[in-house]
């Protein structure tokens, strides 16, 4: 048994009343020593850290915008039913489930397979390449945000009037002036600073010519990996007291923001908009693959990430609770979030005397990188408001990242520990290198046409399908009664039929419901005036495929490499390995019989 997976609570499994203290005896069964927890895995130091680092990767810059806009997009108020209904009997046990599997296991997305069905190790890999896709793109946003950081360090914000050099006649500044006419021509001071100072996307013609590096944004980049290198390179221990900063950090900023918003002039308009029911969405298919998609990516099972985290718990550590704890802490947040957007929303449709409406079409980064700086910069103490927006949206960035990097990391190392577990600091750093080599092309002038592109296909189809695969191999060919088994060992209770229905049919049916629906529902591609051309569709699916394929190219190696008839090649590629827990779970059952 590798050491990774040796790595077993002292006493947690030992049956009480054993005559001897570290052995689980039956009447007959032989007795089983109980492994010692050995200093090879790396644990946290505190429950605290563990459940800050999982919110701080749930939490992320979509609950910001992605929600909010959704929700008012698809009924307001009465997409809040589908939304907890999606959470209820898709998310959260998808969420339950991950933590489960890795605090069991106590391996990483890759090896965890051995243990669960061979056959489908593909899975690991294809989270692995998919988590690297996120990278590229992910960590340049916080690096915008980090470009506003700085610029908001100034009197007077650069995105509140139209005297700089990187303004066009278009620019229209309509605040605290009389008689100005907001036309489709028209474009804000933020969102001319976004576009032409902070992207200078208007020197890219496309995909086809993206233009020269950003040096401003490699530099903001490449702070952004430095502090993420020092936070991973120790491992849990380092990470698990950062998140203490960038997880609490945005609610408290959040808090403010509200308070600010909410004594806006025109801020209930906001509101209402964001919250007033039109049940006859209700009756659109679109709605509900929306609410789907939305609670699968807020949650974020499949990605690894969980698996990874809940490794490094104590055996008997109730996952349980906590799977419940962080859904409600992620959910609320992206609700709360709503009422911070569409405040300021309210009040920017106040003045510019038009409609919340059309002030919100804006959706994406877009509402954050544009339409809420530019409601900041004309509020009373501008400066101060705007450095705690963009410092929340950073500390937001850099725990999902966090997140999504621990989830290669503790993959690779597990899967590879001879090569790689003593040479972690040197794996990290050049895992960040890779990282940041790979984001150069986002941080060109035609940048943000690439983080669409990325955005759009690097992740979208392929995560949801591989977590349609995780929770078919689990729940059908690792089997329910033995991952309940398992559940029931770690928390010496065994998981509801709720739990277990939700296993074995509605989640799955969850997933393939939101696959059925993407593809069937695919809308053309544009950011801004740029519409992608088909070539770059093409791509796109490229792109997607390249993660995915792993998962049928491990299958037809595993099967090939397998010695033995065709049956006998099936029954062993299905076949779990049984680790040290597997052992002390069965003999925890062989104890409670008479």
């Avoid at 911070?340 to 409406?357: D, H, K, P, S």
Wanted: hydrophobic share 50%.
């Amino acid at each position: 048994v590798p050491r990774q997976d040796s790595a077993v609570m002292a006493g947690s499994l030992t049956h009480h009343g054993s005559p001897n203290p570290g052995y689980s005896t039956t009447n007959n069964a032989v007795p089983v020593p109980v492994i010692t927890q050995t200093e090879s895995r790396d644990k946290w130091s505190k429950k605290m850290d563990f459940l800050l680092s999982v919110i701080g990767f749930a939490v992320d810059l979509g609950n910001v915008w992605r929600f909010p806009y959704i929700c008012y997009q698809n009924g307001g108020g009465a997409f809040l039913i589908p939304y907890i209904l999606m959470a209820i009997f898709g998310g959260v046990p998808l969420f339950y489930m991950e933590l489960a599997l890795g605090q069991f296991h106590r391996t990483g997305a890759i090896s965890i397979w051995k243990h669960i069905c061979p056959i489908f190790k593909g899975i690991g890999y294809a989270i692995c390449i998919i988590a690297l896709y996120v990278s590229f793109y992910y960590n340049t946003i916080i690096a915008w945000a980090l470009f506003y950081f700085y610029s908001s360090f100034s009197s007077i914000l650069p995105w509140t009037n139209c005297d700089n050099v990187w303004n066009t006649p278009d620019c229209t500044n309509y605040f605290g002036m009389d008689n100005i006419t907001w036309t489709n021509a028209s474009r804000s001071p933020a969102e001319e600073f976004y576009t032409r100072n902070v992207l200078e996307i208007h020197k890219s013609s496309g995909l086809r010519d993206v233009g020269g590096v950003r040096w401003q944004l490699m530099l903001c980049l490449f702070l952004i990996f430095t502090i993420v290198y020092f936070s991973l390179w120790k491992g849990v221990k380092t990470s698990g007291k950062v998140v203490w900063v960038t997880a609490t950090l945005p609610y408290i900023v959040l808090f403010i923001l509200l308070i600010r918003g909410a004594t806006l002039p025109g801020a209930w308009r906001g509101v209402v908009f964001y919250l007033k029911p039109q049940w006859g969405k209700l009756l659109e298919t679109s709605v509900w693959v929306d609410a789907a998609a939305q609670i699968f990516f807020s949650l974020g099972p499949g990605f690894g990430v969980l698996l990874a985290l809940s490794s490094y718990n104590s055996f008997t550590n109730n996952c349980y609770r906590d799977a419940i704890v962080t859904s409600l802490v992620n959910c609320l947040t992206s609700f709360v979030s709503g009422f911070v957007i569409f405040t300021v929303l309210g009040y920017m449709a106040e003045m510019r005397q038009v409609e919340v409406e059309d002030v919100a079409r804006d959706k994406g980064p877009s509402l954050l990188f544009i339409t809420y700086p530019e409601a900041i910069a004309n509020m009373m103490g501008s400066t101060f408001f705007a450095i705690i927006f963009f410092v929340m949206m950073i500390t937001l960035g850099l725990d999902s990242t966090f997140g999504g990097l621990e989830a290669i990391i503790t993959a690779v190392l597990d899967e590879y520990p001879d090569q790689f577990y003593h040479r972690r600091e040197l794996f990290v750093l050049c895992l960040v290198v890779v990282c940041f080599l790979g984001s150069l092309s986002t941080l060109t002038n035609g940048g943000a046409y690439v983080v669409k592109l990325l955005e759009e296909f690097g992740v979208g189809c392929s995560i949801i399908a591989v977590g349609f695969l995780e929770a078919i191999a689990v729940s059908w060919f690792y089997g329910i009664h033995r991952f309940s088994n398992d559940v029931q060992a770690m928390l010496g209770k065994a998981p509801g039929l709720f739990w277990k229905v939700c296993w074995v049919a509605i989640s799955p049916a969850f997933l393939a419901y939101i696959i059925v629906s993407s593809l069937l529902k695919a809308p053309p591609l544009a950011l801004f005036d740029y519409k992608y051309p088909d070539w770059s569709i093409i791509v796109g699916y490229i792109v997607g495929l390249s993660s995915f394929i792993w998962v049928p190219i491990y299958m037809v190696y595993k099967l090939v490499w397998t010695p033995g008839s065709l049956k006998q090649r099936l029954a062993v590629c299905l076949r779990p390995e049984r680790t040290i827990p597997d052992i002390h779970a069965e003999n925890l059952n062989m104890a409670t019989v008479p």
